[in-house]
């Protein structure tokens, strides 16, 4: 009895232990899929859990990355979320991501709710630009305004408020020196663990999809908030395809190992991490060559912990079939395009197809620059099948603002199922002044892919993205003002030259003289 | 074409014809002879050109004309006279603990040790102006002087009270030995049976002594005079080693540790408790500090490898002096970014995965020179940690060596001079001299640099015209002089510690006008662009008028003869 009660008193001190002073955790966790032909998709995720101290003193940050903890602590950030992307996400051949991002970078914050919005205006400028220094990036939401206050999508689960800005900047380009800094973050950098398979940082840029992305998230501890804990999430996903990669032709199957594609293995776990596993989907898409630790329905769980401590490394062999299905399908598909395009305006078209049985509820958020001027009358939602037009449920639209704001349209509708809708705007093109033109204008001005959040009653919302476009604006020649001054010389003196001879001048008639009275007169004139 | 034509066909029809013309010609002719015409159109060429003088010009003038908020340049200028001499008061205040002193000789005392402080006072550069107050201890002060745990309670407070007085300190016999004081070098303790004698050599010995070890006379003075010279501005050489000066400086311990294996924490919470929380408490209200701790693990120097010594029984690995710079650079690479703009310490305990690592001053002899510590000026401190000469079982790593020795290295760094003859070096306190000290030193120096800054500011603006001034650094220029001005006057005043918070005041607000962006906005838009952006209203327009001028000059001179 008095043991019974020992060992009930010990689990009980050690829960209250460990939810007390529960110091720095880390987790790291590498999902594999397979994809059809040939493709492969690696899912890394590494979380990191530190409590923040109560001091008021000082901060120990113990293994959480002090940079970022600098800025969520001094732009009182509550939520922060960076997406960086190289290629597109094949939603209709490859289903659902483990996370959607769209083309180049996404940057959404939330900041304390005790902050003013001026104050929030200002910070959500100076976090994005500290943000941008940390991952060298490029944003710059002061002179490219992209930020919008979306009321209805973006943020998961959560009561949406005014705190939250949220920007999409499709021409950032992502690059190893981009990824540098995000490595860096990680406790045990890409020296230990499954990060050690991001050695080769060329090789991971060789993939069909790169995406890395980065989620921090203050929480409360209990309802008073008097102890938070900072939340870190990393993932990164890469899509490779296995033919290119080995070089093999073979109609059936296709061979590869984690060395083949990273031309690294994994030999360490990070000391600090409580778990490192590899999971590999398999469910009769192909066969394995190492015996997986655990199996969890169809999936094989690799502990490594256990698995190197036995052997000197992990670098599994996978065969894998060609001709299989997508384990989880989109439920809603999305494609965007421009039509109707003329001289001043053009349209965008999104088309929204419902791929289930049932109705689904979604919300649709886009954002245009502001250079190009967008009708809100002009906005059609049809049903494809039908040619009716539709009444969304409910329409938020913000007008942009010259150098100031972005358009920022949200419309919330309900899909019939297996229907397709679209969404129609005209925009008209604006003119920027010569010195705002970006350094290459030939390359063309984005337009941000829509955000597309299907809402669900059972499980989390999934969010999913378009495709981004390019539009050419009217572009002067530049050299132009040099033109320009020469061509109004000329008009002012045409104009301004006549006005004021014929204000200020007499005018007298004269007798026509022949060549030889002009010369004598001449030559009189001159003798003088 | 028809005329030509006409006069080769039938010439007599011709004639008449342009007999006819003639007059025709000559009747227009008169008509615009006349005078009223004339004048009119006369007063259209003026009007022409005063349309173009009135609103043409100016407009081009305050359209390419840079902004320029005025500035209080002869504030400026005045200020830089004035540091031809600076002066300041010191306040000295002698409280004794001893009953025995009798009231007569403690005047004598007074009289004899105030002249030996102002001998030699200079009348140009840098005064000092002493006064010297004396005063026996109060009884609640006796009492408690008694009660004290250690000498740094003592000092905290008795002395520390009023950081504009200078506290010299005479203890009885009962009290020196409880604090163990038996030298009168020691500290700012005199002792009781040194001042009951009045010797004059002895009092002079003390004078100096406070002139060198409590104001640093002779380093303050070699400031002034370096700051000074403007043509050659010769750093100083605690300048090469101190930390930019700052309202707010950011320190940060970081833990490189490339055996996570093994030790998985270190005590450093407890640690800053203990040996920085103090010193930095101490100093709070003159500067602000945030304290922050990282740990990093395993660091990736490169190609670079460690050098070795060899031997049987201890061999160990090396960093060689000439390795130290390439160390720290790769250290700081792994420390990453800071999102602040206030000045830094950092702090690195570096565990190495080569145990055990020293630092060799002497290649030649490294087992003789090997030591775990060295300083980077003007950046921080590095602490080679090898857990085998602590404690290699404990998985905590115990810093408290190293604790010890990065807070002299941030006391230097901070530019604090520590009492030479002060027991333990290592220490976690700072006494109130030493803090009188700093303030002397710091306020001198930001007077200097607040100053040397207004001026060349004013000057660089006074020569290039085309520098935008935005009434923000306006505003910033006139915050500064002000701060100067008063900072000056308090010094002279005595107020040792306000004259600091207003010197520091001017030299961030004249720091953040030089440097601020909006200067040089307009640089490089160069003098010629001016008027060619404006060549269309200058040359079809202007060449016209002036042209017209001259007509206009024979019709006024025509005017007046016909008045006279």
């Keep these: 009895m008095i043991l019974k009660f020992l060992f009930k008193l010990s689990i009980l001190l050690n829960f209250i232990f460990f939810n007390c ?39 120990n940050y113990d293994l959480f990355p002090k940079r970022l903890g600098d800025i969520v602590s001094k732009f009182k950030v509550d939520e922060l979320s960076l997406t960086l992307s190289q290629g597109k996400w094949k939603y209709n051949e490859w289903g659902l991501p483990q996370k959607s991002a769209p083309s180049g970078s996404e940057l959404w914050t939330v900041f304390d709710e005790n902050l003013s919005q001026l104050k929030i205006d200002s910070n959500w400028l100076q976090s994005s630009r500290a943000i941008s220094g940390l991952f060298g990036l490029s944003i710059n939401l002061q002179e490219n305004p992209n ?52 050695k080769n940082s060329p090789k991971l840029f060789e993939s069909h999809y790169f995406m890395a992305s980065l989620f921090f998230k203050r929480k409360c501890n209990d309802q008073a908030c008097s102890s938070v804990q900072f939340e870190l999430v990393q993932t990164l996903s890469l899509v490779y395809n296995a033919d290119l990669i080995t070089r093999q032709l073979d109609d059936e199957e296709s061979t590869w190992s984690f060395n083949n594609i990273f031309q690294n293995k994994i030999t360490n776990v990070c000391p600090v991490a409580d778990v490192t596993n590899v999971l590999l989907n398999l469910k009769g898409k192909g066969k394995v060559t190492v015996m997986p630790t655990e199996k969890r329905d169809e ?32 439920p809603v598909s999305l494609h965007r395009y421009i039509t109707d395009k003329n001289e001043i305006n053009f349209g965008i078209k999104t088309l929204i197809k419902n791929e289930n049985d049932q109705e689904v509820s979604i919300v649709y958020l886009d954002t245009i620059p502001w250079y190009f001027r967008v009708y809100i009358s002009s906005l059609v939602v049809k049903d494809e099948d039908t040619s009716l037009n539709i009444k969304p449920d409910l329409i938020n639209f913000v007008p942009g603002w010259d150098r100031k704001k972005p358009h920022h349209l949200e419309v919330k509708l309900t899909l019939k199922p297996k229907s397709v809708y679209s969404v129609y705007i005209r925009a008209d093109f604006g003119y920027l002044k010569w010195d705002e033109f970006p350094p290459d204008v030939n390359h063309g001005f984005y337009i941000n892919p829509v955000l597309l959040t299907i809402k669900s009653n059972q499980k989390e919302d999934i969010q999913i993205y378009s495709e981004t476009l390019i539009m050419n604006l009217p572009t002067p020649d530049f050299s132009m003002p040099y033109n320009v001054i020469c061509l109004t010389c000329t008009v002012i003196a045409i104009g301004f030259g006549s ?25 009189k004139k001159f003798k003088k | 074409m028809a005329e030509t034509e006409a006069t080769s066909d039938s010439p007599q029809t011709n004639n008449q014809q342009l007999n006819e013309e003639e007059s025709e010609i000559d ?260 500067v602000n500090f945030s304290i922050k701790a990282q740990t990093l693990l395993y660091s990736d120097f490169g190609s670079y490898s460690l050098s070795s010594y060899k031997s049987d029984n201890d061999p160990f690995f090396y960093l060689k002096q000439t390795d130290l710079s390439i160390m720290t650079n790769y250290i700081e690479s792994r420390l990453g970014s800071r999102i602040s703009d206030s000045s830094a310490f950092e702090f690195v305990t570096y565990i190495s995965a080569k145990q055990p690592l020293y630092v060799a001053t002497n290649s030649q002899n490294p087992q003789e020179t090997k030591s775990v510590s060295f300083m980077v000026p003007r950046w921080g401190g590095i602490y080679v940690y090898n857990p085998q000469d602590d404690n290699p079982e404990d998985s905590t790593i115990k810093v408290d060596k190293a604790m010890k020795t990065f807070l002299t290295h941030f006391i230097t760094l901070m530019g604090i001079d520590l009492n030479k003859n002060s027991k333990t070096v290592p220490r976690s306190r700072i006494y109130s001299p030493e803090i009188y000290g700093y303030l002397l030193e710091k306020t001198l120096e930001n007077q200097l640099n607040s100053i040397n800054t207004l001026r060349s500011l004013s000057l660089l603006l006074t020569r290039i015209n085309s520098m935008v001034i935005e009434d923000d650094i306006a505003e910033q220029v006139k ?15 005595g107020r040792i510690s306000e004259a600091f918070l207003n010197s520091k005041t001017a030299f961030i607000s004249s720091e953040r006008a030089f440097f601020d962006k909006s200067l040089l906005e307009k640089l490089y838009f160069p003098e010629d662009q001016r008027f060619a952006i404006y060549i269309p209203l200058f040359i079809p327009v202007g060449i016209p008028l002036v042209l017209s001028i001259k007509s206009v000059m024979a019709w006024i001179k025509s005017k007046k003869e016909k008045k006279d």
């Excluded at chain 2, 950011?250 to 450093?268: A, G, M, Q, V």
């Excluded at chain 2, 915050?479 to 005043?493: C, F, N, Q, R, T």
Aim: aromatic share 12%.
């Design chain 1, 21 to 59: 002073t529960s110091a720095f955790t880390f987790n790291e966790k590498l999902t594999v899929n397979l994809l059809p032909n040939s493709n492969a998709y690696f899912f890394f995720e590494f979380k990191s859990i530190w409590p923040k101290s109560a001091s008021n003193n000082f901060e």
């Design chain 1, 147 to 198: 930020t919008v206050v979306p009321k209805y999508s973006v943020v998961l689960n959560k009561n949406q408020s005014e705190n939250i800005r949220y920007a999409s900047i499709p021409n950032e380009i992502f690059c190893t020196e981009n990824l540098t800094p995000w490595i860096k973050l990680l406790p045990c950098g890409k020296n230990k663990g499954i990060a050690q398979l991001l």
């Design chain 1, 299 to 330: 999936m094989y769980v690799y502990n490594l912990k256990e698995l190197l401590a036995s052997s000197k490394d992990f670098n599994p062999s996978i065969v894998q079939k060609k001709n299989i299905q997508v384990s989880e399908k989109v």
């Design chain 1, 499 to 523: 006005l004021h001879n014929f204000t200020t001048r007499k005018f007298k008639f004269i007798q026509q003289k022949n060549l030889k009275e002009k010369l004598f007169e001449f030559l």
């Design chain 2, 27 to 286: 009747k227009v002719n008169k008509q615009n002879e006349n005078k009223k015409l004339h004048d009119l159109l006369m007063f259209n060429t003026i009007y022409y050109i005063l349309v173009f003088v009135i609103v043409g010009l100016p407009i081009w003038f305050f359209t390419t004309s840079t902004y320029r908020a005025s500035l209080p340049f002869d504030s400026i200028d005045k200020l830089t006279e004035s540091l031809q001499k600076i002066d300041f008061k010191i306040q000295v205040e002698l409280i004794h603990f001893n009953k025995d002193i009798s009231q007569d000789n403690l005047s004598k005392i007074r009289d004899e040790l105030l002249r030996n402080l102002n001998k030699n006072s200079k009348q140009k550069g840098l005064v000092l102006n002493f006064d010297l107050k004396t005063r026996k201890a109060t009884s609640d002060e006796y009492n408690s002087a008694l009660g004290f745990r250690d000498i740094q309670t003592f000092d905290e407070n008795i002395a520390n009270k009023n950081l504009n007085i200078l506290n010299l300190i005479v203890l009885d016999s009962d009290l020196s030995k409880k604090y163990e004081i038996l030298d009168n070098s020691e500290f700012l303790f005199l002792n009781s049976l040194l001042l009951n004698e009045i010797n004059i050599k002895n009092l002079e010995k003390i004078a100096e002594y406070l002139k060198k070890q409590y104001l640093h006379l002779e380093k303050i003075n070699e400031e002034y005079r370096l700051k000074l010279d403007t043509e050659r501005r010769l750093p100083s050489k605690k300048d090469l080693k101190v930390v930019n000066f700052d309202s707010e400086y950011e320190i940060t311990f970081s833990l490189i540790n490339e055996i996570p294996e093994k030790y998985s924490n270190w005590n450093i919470d407890e640690c800053i408790r203990s040996y920085f929380l103090k010193v930095t408490d101490q100093l709070s209200q003159f």
């Design chain 2, 479 to 493: 915050i500064a002089v002000e701060s100067v001005e008063k900072s000056l006057e308090l010094g002279s005043d």
